[in-house]
């Protein structure tokens, strides 16, 4: 079993939709939880850091951490076609392993006009 | 968040040739950096940790004498993929921690790498 699952996608959606993007991780001892974006030819740009259960939002981003179902997901509401982009999730521990990030697959995201 | 910066950003070299990335923390003082290497349509995949004035740590399968990391100041790591070859060519990113006691990583813009 992968440390964290993600579905790769490609998900596409029109301008406007809500995108629910989600991971799902096998150790209990991981407590932080970070969503990247990557355009296409870039590096990873850090889109929200969380560790405790529950949500956090920044503008139109919504992360949720449910510990209890291991269970991560970022929601974006009204998309823009500037949205399109690979979304990460990655995941660590206290001192894990000197810092260590686990990342998902990526799920490729595209929005429509 | 904390800025890095890569140079160069893309690279074409010659099968054979060596070719040295380099990463620079341009805000603050990074004791930790890390490399990356990432295949098309693919996830990061961690090549090694490098630790200021000290040997980097390699993940398993990555071979230390092909890909020699430097990390002589607070601010600069370096990656340089030695004798490349075709398989070699990939999207080669560093990253940085947070602030000390944070557990983000800070990526740089990623340096693409074509081996002919």
């Known amino acids: 079993q992968k440390e964290v699952e993600q579905d790769p996608g490609p998900l596409s959606v029109p301008e406007g939709a809500i995108v629910s993007l989600n991971c799902t991780y096998s150790?209990?001892?991981?407590?932080?939880f970070m969503w990247y974006r990557q355009y296409s030819r870039k590096g990873p740009e850090l889109l929200m850091y969380?560790?405790?259960?529950g949500n956090k939002e920044d503008g139109r981003f919504t992360a949720q951490v449910d510990k209890s179902s291991k269970y991560i997901s970022l929601f974006i509401r009204d998309s823009q076609p500037s949205d399109s982009a690979t979304y990460l999730c990655?995941?660590?521990?206290?001192?894990?392993?000197?810092?260590?990030?686990?990342f998902g697959q990526g799920t490729e995201l595209s929005v429509k006009p | 968040g904390a800025v890095v910066s890569q140079h160069p950003s893309w690279v074409i070299c010659k099968s054979g040739t060596s070719v040295k990335i380099e990463c620079r923390s341009l805000?603050?003082?990074?004791?930790?950096m890390f490399w990356y290497r990432q295949f098309p349509k693919q996830s990061l995949m961690l090549m090694a940790t490098?630790?200021?004035?000290?040997?980097?740590?390699?993940e398993q399968g990555v071979e230390k004498d092909k890909f020699l990391i430097n990390h002589a100041s607070l601010t600069l790591s370096t990656l340089t993929v030695t004798s490349a070859h075709p398989e070699d060519s990939s999207f080669y990113i560093c990253?940085?921690?947070?602030?000390?006691?944070?557990?983000?990583?800070?990526f740089g813009p990623g340096t693409r790498l074509t081996v002919l």
């Open positions: 150790n209990s001892a991981f407590q932080y």
């Open positions: 990253s940085e921690r947070g602030l000390v006691g944070d557990n983000e990583q800070f």
């Open positions: 990655a995941i660590t521990g206290e001192g894990y392993q000197g810092g260590k990030l686990i």
């Open positions: 969380t560790y405790s259960s």
């Open positions: 490098s630790n200021e004035g000290s040997k980097a740590t390699y």
């Open positions: 805000d603050f003082q990074a004791t930790t």
